[in-house]
């Protein structure tokens, strides 16, 4: 009796403790993407969306080019499609031109997209034209999970207007083969004198870069270089540029403004913090790949995902790429935060502190939103939420070229990448701790999100590839770009940039 | 016939005018007039961008005389290039027809790929150009060198539309009479002196209209540039037509772009009737 008993347990406990794989395997078998993980239970899992009826009803989404970004959309509209009879139609536009194709029908008062992706830092543009995120999916699993401070990026005074799908910051991305290596370390110090480590400013960047540009250090038989790095005009290099800038640039002791002084307005852009970084990327010409400075995001990714380049920093991206299968350099990288400097600028006795920063550069990323004019709102949101699922989710991060970040509290988790993803125990467990510490970091600056803020980053983008081609100094050419933005506030009104950059500052100076 | 159904033919006609033309210039005009931005409707600020720009945007006028170089260059070569292969295959020559066809085909590619195409050609550590450069000790900044990118795109424009100019060119050479060449002949003329003395003065005409109709098109030259450099190395290669479109579409400065484009509209109309006079008094004066 006893032992029928036990067998009855097992048998229960057995079905209890795998039913829930079964019931994966289930949405797995017909969509593969998943397998991994199966479905995971949520109000926007596999299962849930599949009771919806969308038969006859068409969704427009605008995205952006394949593979970064569109590459998911369109494979979760595929899904959503199968799952719900709906006609999902994707159209794939380059990322400078998001932000008009939207802007455009948006001013005309027309909705020719449903949903419409672009970057987080569109929202103070966007908000008026799109539909706040019902309290419905606010309240859902999927967004329970979304840290607060993404929430936060996907809000506007508190009502949130882009869904999340992903999140970004820029952080060193290194080769850890070469970087721990002892003979490495020791062949460095005899030429240099200097110890290999993991940089911790960007002068030690620089010199570790430049030392190991141009020769086959991972004995390949191909050179290798020492930094990728998005320099491409108009190709988000504004951000890189700005990733280099914190460390001179963000002073915890001055608080009131990163990239304006909030009081007067007054552009911080050409003061001698963003001068020393842009004199610093100007150096990093020359330990780049040959053509580096024409790199955008994607030969970012590819190049040091590839294995060509010692480090890389910005998003999450190449990181992911070289972890990946099929990727020659899997295991052999390591995640640490950007470089500091061993000086930061104080804006208010304008004098040099000697004396180490450091400040995380908290990028954002993707964002999406549904139209207001839209007259499927509740599909769209279906699909976002969808799109954003647990399965969803944990499948896309791990694809470098997705562009899907971590956003979600669970993401931190180190088993995560360890368990699904193959990940070495000490690279999952450096890589979730830098993004963890970013989180925490009391000196992070966040991006620019002020009304016409494709103005202010175009204008950074000209004037600082002025500076890496030749063109103009590095202090010439951020003076052009502070004129430009003193223009561009004039022309917006400047009270109205002071209030929409004072929600920012707030962030900044973890008032909020 | 009737004086009313006179119009009645002319309407549809004249509808499909204002609506393609005549609208779409005056609504630039209106929108050159006002500060259409983001954050800004479609507002009366009269003359605000114009000062604007002629008082405030060095920028605008750098690229415009770039535009001017690329253009003036690139035609040039087209022109040369293109007559030379168009008087090779007028003459008979084996597999004539063969070559005919061959000079086309760049024409008859998408430019946008094409230009993806060259991108990947011209890549600087990953394109085949510098792989077999490199065997001899060169590796040049083909598309990060401010110089070299300008070479670069005149490269693409000029492989992209020789077959224009060679089109026309071949046009105009079949269809010159034969006497002239029959007399020179009788004459005893050599091959250069029959060129210099009766082929070029008579294809005069045809060469003032094939290099006016491809400087029309090489001076708004946008998708090369867009494709290849976008703009740069810092804003070595930007052109009138990709500014205008950086602050039109990427900033969205609707009302300033607008008033960029309706100035340069005005400059090319003047500049281009300007060169085709002294093109005809140039090539025609005899």
Redesign the interface.
């Known amino acids: 009796m006893k032992i029928t008993k036990t067998c009855l347990s097992a048998i229960i406990s057995g079905v209890l403790i795998f039913s829930p794989m079964a019931y994966a395997d289930k949405w797995s078998d017909q969509f593969p993407h998943i397998k991994a993980t199966g479905d995971i239970p949520g109000d926007c899992s596999y299962e849930e969306i599949s009771k919806k009826n969308y038969k006859g009803k068409t969704l427009k989404i605008n995205t952006h080019a394949v593979p970064v970004i569109g590459q998911p959309t369109a494979l979760h509209a595929e899904q959503f499609a199968k799952l719900t009879g709906a006609k999902v139609d994707v159209t794939h536009t380059p990322a ?2 998001l ?2 194709k939207a ?2 029908p948006f ?1 005309a008062g027309q909705a020719p997209y449903d949903i419409v992706f672009g970057f987080s830092n569109f929202i103070n ?1 966007w908000r008026q034209y799109l539909a706040p995120v019902p309290k419905k999916y606010m309240n859902s699993t999927e967004m329970k999970d979304v840290t607060k401070s993404h929430v936060g990026v996907s809000s506007w005074d508190g009502t949130m207007y882009q869904y999340p799908v992903d999140g970004d910051r820029h952080y060193l991305k290194y080769r850890k083969d070469v970087i721990d290596n002892p003979e490495m370390q020791k062949k460095y110090k005899a030429d240099t004198g200097k110890t290999l480590r993991v940089p911790t400013t960007w002068k030690e960047y620089g010199e570790m870069a430049k030392y190991f540009n141009g020769w086959d250090w991972d004995g390949d038989g191909e050179k290798e270089y020492g930094s990728a790095e998005v320099m ?4 988000l290099m504004f951000a890189a540029f700005f990733s280099r800038s914190v460390a001179y640039a963000k002073n915890p002791r001055t608080p009131g403004g990163f990239f304006f002084d909030l009081e007067t307005m007054k552009p911080n852009i050409n003061n001698p913090g963003f001068v020393e970084a842009l004199g610093d990327w100007v150096e990093a010409t020359k330990y780049v ?6 790199f955008g995001l994607g030969d970012e990714i590819g190049s040091f995902g590839g294995g ?1 380049t010692l480090f890389s920093f910005s998003w999450d991206d190449a990181f992911i790429a070289a972890m990946q299968d099929d990727s020659p350099i899997k295991n052999k990288v390591g995640a640490a935060p950007l470089p500091g400097a061993d000086k930061v600028w104080n804006r208010v006795s304008g004098k040099w502190e000697n004396q180490y920063n450091q400040a995380p550069y908290i990028v954002w990323g993707w964002a999406v939103g549904v139209a207001k004019k839209s007259k499927v709102q509740e599909m769209a949101f279906d699909y976002l939420c969808f799109f954003s699922n647990g399965a969803n989710h944990q499948a896309d991060l791990a694809i470098g070229n997705f562009g899907v970040n971590p956003f979600k509290n669970s993401d931190f988790d180190p088993q995560l990448y360890i368990n699904t993803m193959g990940w070495d125990a000490d690279i999952a467990n450096s890589y979730t701790k830098t993004l963890n510490d970013m989180e925490k970091s009391k000196n992070r600056v966040f991006p620019l999100r002020v ?2 803020v ?2 202010f980053t ?1 204008a950074v983008a ?1 004037g600082t ?8 100094s590095p202090q010439e050419a951020l003076d052009e770009v502070a004129k430009e933005w003193e ?1 561009i506030v004039n ?2 009104g400047k009270k ?1 940039v002071q209030e929409d950059y004072a929600v920012g500052v707030k962030m900044e100076d973890n008032k909020l | 016939m009737n004086f009313k159904h006179k119009y009645v033919f002319l309407f549809p006609g004249l509808f499909v005018l204002i609506g393609i033309l005549i609208f779409p210039i005056i609504f630039v005009v209106r929108l050159s007039l006002s ?5 800004n ?1 479609l507002n009366f600020i009269g003359l605000e961008n114009y000062i604007r720009l002629f008082t ?1 945007d060095p ?1 605008f006028w750098q690229s415009f005389f770039r535009l001017s170089f690329l253009s003036v260059t690139t035609v040039v070569l087209q022109y040369v290039i293109g007559f030379a292969l168009a008087h090779m295959v007028w003459k008979d020559i084996k597999f004539q027809r063969f070559f005919r066809v061959l000079f086309l085909i760049p024409m008859m590619t998408t430019p946008v790929i094409m230009t993806v195409i060259w991108r990947t050609f011209f ?4 394109g085949p150009v ?1 792989d077999i450069l490199s065997n001899f000790g060169m ?1 040049p ?4 060198d ?1 110089t070299l990118a300008k070479i670069t795109v005149i490269i693409v424009e000029v492989w992209q539309w020789t077959p224009f100019m060679f089109l026309l060119l071949l046009a105009g050479l079949l269809s010159l009479p034969k006497e002239p060449f029959l007399a020179a002949a009788i004459d005893g003329a050599s091959p250069v002196r029959k060129f210099i003395y009766v082929t070029f003065p008579l294809m005069a005409p045809i060469s003032i209209g094939a290099i006016i109709i491809r400087l029309i098109e090489a001076s708004k030259i946008m998708d090369t540039v867009y494709v290849l ?8 290669t930007e052109t009138s037509s990709f500014y205008i479109f ?1 602050k ?6 609707m009302g300033y772009a607008a008033s960029m484009s309706f100035t340069y509209l005005i400059i090319m109309i003047i500049s281009l009737t300007f060169i085709a006079k002294g093109l005809t008094k140039l090539l025609l004066k005899d």
């Not at chain 1, 590839?465 to 103009?472: H, N, R, V, Y």
């Not at chain 2, 450099?229 to 070595?236: A, D, R």
């Open positions: 400078g031109d932000y008009a802007m455009v001013k543009d491409k005009k108009d190709d790949p040959p053509g580096g400075i024409n060509q009304r016409g494709f103005e175009s000209t590839s002025k500076a890496l081609a030749g063109q103009l223009a022309r917006v109205n | 500060g259409w931005n983001s954050y409707g405030d920028r890549h600087e550590s990953l510098n590796t900044k083909w598309l990060t401010p450099t976008s703009g740069g190395p810092g804003t070595s950086i039109g579409l990427r900033e969205f400065q």
